[in-house]
């Protein structure tokens, strides 16, 4: 007993001091930086926590006694093996200190990151975690909406950390920020804003985490002042016009809704949910066709996109000789690093980022998500008659989470971005802790 209290109490200390905040900055490490030019000491708190959680894995790992993996668990160990070939491989082709920090950032933090969540915490603070993953997504969809109403309907500027995002961008890439973009239409101008992560695509996917996470919350608690946060994560959804991330929420509702058959109840509840989403976009979009969302939402808009993505992309074409080479197997690193040279060049795509995915990662790391989707399926079918109404929050949430990212890889970049790829693998380990508490 004093040995359970003992251990409650240093993971209730690790979840206050290094899970949160690590969030915290991590979600909202841009709009800190520059809103309120804190660039060292956000910069210092980030990277001291990224260390703090490589440091103690190595010392989980060994403490940790009759460890019980999940199928999970058993994926993530190719996967951790993959990712250090990836870490040494990108050192081998150009090894220099800025090499090294961001292979460690892009490689080997992820996955200590899934490790030190899968063996540190427990399901009371997966629920716990859950609602301050919802309550920043809430932050970001005030401050997307904040930039909106500055800048799309007042007409005046932005919040100056927008300013400094592209200004930033600009400064890499010497080019025009692609962040963020203006639609035009007749009745107003749409500014699809960069937002506090970064990117439009990364800020929308991770405001749709949180529409799915006050869903699902709504669904299983029953606590209807969340539906307050949930109408702004919805409505700022909305504004940002992204396409891939309202498809991504809507695709992974309909994937729990087929995991719901089991119980009508709720299926029926996700049919009212999925039905009111539908008809709001409906009248938004349609009805509305003269203004930039009917544009962006338009059928010929969609289809133009398929069709480059699905029968014209180039890139496709010039990536399939390289299936027949071993490296593009297994990776070959970031663009970031090191573009060019050594057996095969990057291959970039903004409209199909699936392709660029399969160049930096590999081919098996494709394979080994595909391996992921068909067991969680499976396994999610299985024991989603035993979750208890406590836990069915925090499965599907997680769950969903996961699935919102994956579909993403087909458009936008958003899924390996800092800000979010260690959300991924958390919400795995997340995923690795509840069902393995239902093996016999």
Known sequence: MRLSFKLHHRINI??????????????????????????????????ILQILIIGIVPFKVIKTNN?????????????????????????????????????????????????????????KYLKMLLNFIFFLSFTVSIIYLLDFYLKGIMGEPSLIYLEKIRNLTMEKSEATSLSGTIVKGDLFNLFRFEGPLGHNSATSLFISIGVTIGIFRNLFVKNYSYLFFLTICFIALIVSANRTSIFAL???MLIHLSIYKYNSLNGYRIIKYSTFFVIFLNIVFLFLADNPFGFIFSFESLQRNLDYILFSNKEFVQLMPFFYNPILWFGVGFPIIDSDSFFIDIIRSDDFFLIQLVSIYGILFIVFLFIFFRSWYINFKVVNIKLIIQDKYIMYSYSSIVIIMLVSILHAGSLTRPQLFPLFFASLAALSVVLNSYRK
């Open 250 to 252: 809507i695709l992974s």
């Open 14 to 47: 690790e979840y206050t001091l290094i899970i949160i905040p690590f969030f915290l900055v991590s979600i909202l490490y841009y709009f800190l930086r520059f809103q309120f030019d804190l660039d060292f000491f956000i910069l210092s708190i980030y990277s």
């Open 67 to 123: 460890f019980k993996r999940s199928f999970i668990d058993s994926i993530m160990l190719f996967v951790s093996l993959h990712f250090i070939y990836l870490l040494i491989f990108t050192l081998l082709r150009n090894f220099s200190s800025n090499t090294l920090l961001y292979a460690i950032k892009d490689y080997f933090f992820p996955i200590c990151f899934y490790w030190y969540i899968r063996l540190s915490i427990f399901k």
